[in-house]
């Protein structure tokens, strides 16, 4: 764990199955991560990495064919896998609150967007009557959204994709959760819009001292916003490092080619690095590292004992026996 | 000559404003055959007067918002709009003038191919990955089934690296990157000389993405093709193109050869698009220009206001009274802007 003060949020060696009819996908293993209070942490990895099933687990939000088998999810020093649906009913939009990758999905087409917004005010705001509408109002306008009191009655259909997403940020902000967790939140808006809406998320996280969890494919976006970086490859954190030091010194042979792979601008085609093999078959029996088989700096010993969580440096975790450097 | 010449190419669709019931009268009166400008008249300009050429083996990169035209763009050069005025000269001939559904017998249908952004959504769920590649070759290469079509369907899948068990697959048994790659063999089977591509790889994840990209750059040079690569991702297309041109609300932009327009952007807009690209190096990351407000309506633009006026950080009252014209600026670009960036002397220069 980095630093002395207790994280806001720890998972501890979440270890997570489906239960399918063909066959048991094991989709999280022993993984563990923390945030602290007002820091950004991005998750990146390909999709079926598990970055998203931690978000849910985290939010208590998993699919009932889904089974915990071991670990913990420390909120505030809380065990919420120990937690009611009630109890957790309760903290979902008043501790900690998501939002989504395709916004107009998300929000409820027929009524407007104003009424969402006071529908999670009047949840868990502690506001009533006219109160209401005034912080409905101001919360459109901490989002920039022009002209807030005309758009408060707007539906949907009626707001542009950005739009849309900043309305899921004002609500998902609405009763000051503790933790945002974001999952692809720009993901299909266009390059412009993306940055204004990150730009937003990290002023009002700052604003408010709020965790933020970045979940994303996009290592640019994830290196622009995050205090630090956890890679996840098949259902296991790989690395963890503040993010000037994971793309400095990646150790993961993984992190690297996931490096090497992203496009930018100072590197031609040739410099493109691709990856061989693609993700591992989760319903298969599973060597003890689930990068081996793509890996190039496989050893022997990679097969013998379960995979390590090195610190190789304060606060840089590696799950690798043979890591880069 | 170019292999393709666009002269002031517009496509103009009609809306009906005004809500559910003129909607509704307007589909009666197209029922009764009435025709659409007995409407209100009202007209999404999505591309308006767009002209370009594209030399053979060049890569040309479209870039733009969502919105802006580009695919409308793509689309009416693979001849499936018809557009509503201007000129699409494919070697050597309007094809613009074919009416797109006739198109399919012209002898230059062949010659122009198209890979989809999405290959769920372009693949006949209910055909093998063999019987997509076979279709076009069948269709409109007038193979037959037998030995020679199979050789040659193996030797497609080969090239774009897919396995040949695959063949017998249907897409929902396929990966990501293998339909991809099916997509791309299908398109590449009759060796077009003009390959436009709509989005091609962003569904992928990185790692596909990059073999895909490798892979797209060594059959240009192999089969000599000239690509109109559609992308919003400014990182990718800055790989494969050697031109690119911004699009914003149905016009062009800038336009001009993709290092300079990156490195010496001279439109506001592709200032604060080439700003917005994020980058792992903190060495590469742009003061970011942040865009105030919405775009303006592309529903019956007044043609005498620049399209990003409203939005422009530089906006002027001229602006609003003159439509800008695409001109030649310095280093070798060209943008549609009154007020273009000044381009910095050799001294200033960055990499002077």
Redesign the interface.
């Given at each position: 764990m980095s630093g002395e003060r207790l994280p806001l949020l720890a998972v501890e060696g979440l270890s997570l199955e489906f239960r399918t009819r063909s066959g048991t996908v094991r989709a999280l293993e022993r993984v563990s991560l923390d945030v602290q209070k007002g820091e950004m942490l991005g998750v990146v990895g390909e999709s079926g990495s598990g970055k998203s099933v931690m978000s849910y687990a985290i939010m208590g939000i998993l699919d009932p064919a889904a089974e915990v088998t071991s670990g913990r999810i420390l909120f505030g020093g809380i065990n919420l896998l120990e937690r009611t649906e009630s109890e957790l009913q309760e903290m979902r939009g008043r501790e900690m609150a998501m939002i989504f990758q395709n916004p107009r999905s998300a929000l409820n087409p027929i009524r407007s967007v104003g009424r969402q917004i006071e529908d999670v005010l009047h949840r868990h705001g502690n506001v009533r009557g006219e109160k209401m509408r005034e912080r409905a109002v101001e919360l459109l306008r901490q989002v920039r959204i022009p002209d807030p009191e005309r758009r408060f009655h707007a539906y949907p259909f009626e707001l542009s994709g950005g739009m849309c997403q900043r309305v899921l940020i004002a609500m998902a902000v609405a009763a000051a959760p503790w933790l945002l967790i974001a999952d692809e939140p720009v993901t299909g808006l266009d390059v412009t819009t993306q940055a204004v809406i990150m730009d937003l998320i990290q002023d009002l996280a700052r604003s408010r001292n709020m965790a933020t969890i970045l979940i994303t494919h996009d290592l640019g976006l994830a290196a622009e916003h995050c205090d630090r970086i956890a890679v996840m490859h098949a259902g296991h954190v790989v690395e963890v490092a503040g993010t000037g030091r994971l793309f400095r010194s990646p150790r993961h042979p993984y992190t690297a080619k996931l490096i090497g792979a992203t496009p930018r601008a100072d590197r031609g085609l040739s410099g493109l690095a691709s990856i061989p093999g693609g993700l591992p078959d989760l319903r298969a029996a599973l060597p003890p590292c689930r990068y081996s088989a793509r890996c190039e700096r496989y050893a022997r010993q990679c097969d013998l004992g379960p995979l390590p969580s090195r610190e190789l440096a304060p606060g840089h975790r590696v799950g690798c026996w043979n890591p880069i450097g | 000559m170019s292999l393709l010449e666009v002269w002031d190419l517009t496509k103009k669709f009609p809306v009906q404003a005004g809500g559910a019931v003129a909607h509704l009268k307007g589909t009666l009166r197209r029922l009764r055959g009435e025709g659409l400008e007995t409407a209100d008249g009202h007209w999404l300009h999505a591309v308006d007067g767009v002209s370009f050429q594209l030399e053979r083996g060049e890569s040309l990169g479209l870039v733009g918002?969502?919105g802006c035209g580009k695919s409308t763009l793509a689309r009416l050069i693979a001849r499936l709009h018809d557009p509503t005025s201007g000129v699409i000269n494919f070697e050597g001939e309007d094809i613009g003038a074919v009416p797109a559904s006739r198109f399919v017998r012209a002898k230059q249908r062949p010659r122009i191919q198209m890979v989809f952004q999405d290959p769920d959504e372009s693949l006949n769920p209910a055909h093998t990955a063999f019987s997509s590649i076979a279709d076009p070759l069948r269709r409109l290469g007038g193979m037959r089934p037998g030995a020679a079509l199979l050789q040659r369907v193996e030797a497609l899948a080969a090239m774009v690296g897919l396995p040949g068990e695959l063949l017998a697959r249907f897409p929902h048994q396929l990966?990501?990157?293998q339909k991809a790659r099916v997509g791309i063999a299908r398109a590449i089977a009759l060796e077009p000389s003009l390959l436009v591509l709509d989005e091609p790889t962003s569904a992928l994840?990185?790692?596909v993405?990059?073999?895909i990209?490798?892979l797209l750059?060594d059959l240009k040079h192999r089969l000599g093709m000239s690509y109109l690569f559609v992308s919003?991702?400014?990182?990718?297309v800055?790989?494969?193109c050697q031109r690119v041109l911004v699009m914003y609300l149905g016009k062009v932009a800038e336009t001009g050869p993709t290092d300079e327009l990156?490195e010496r952007p001279a439109h506001p807009y592709t200032r604060?698009?080439v700003?917005?690209?994020?980058?792992?190096?903190?060495g590469?990351?742009k003061i970011?220009l942040?865009?105030a407000?919405?775009p303006r309506s592309p529903i019956d633009p007044d043609p005498n206001v620049c399209r990003f006026y409203g939005r422009c950080p530089k906006g002027e009252a001229r602006c609003a009274r003159e439509m800008p014209i695409l001109r030649r600026v310095p280093g070798g670009a060209e943008a549609a802007c009154h007020f273009p960036e000044p381009h910095p002397r050799p001294a200033e220069a960055r990499f002077a």
């Open positions: - | 918002e969502s990966s990501g990157g994840d990185v790692s993405q990059a073999v990209l490798h750059e919003h991702d400014l990182n990718v800055r790989l494969l990156f604060a698009l700003s917005a690209v994020p980058a792992i190096d903190a590469d990351r970011r942040h865009l407000g919405e």
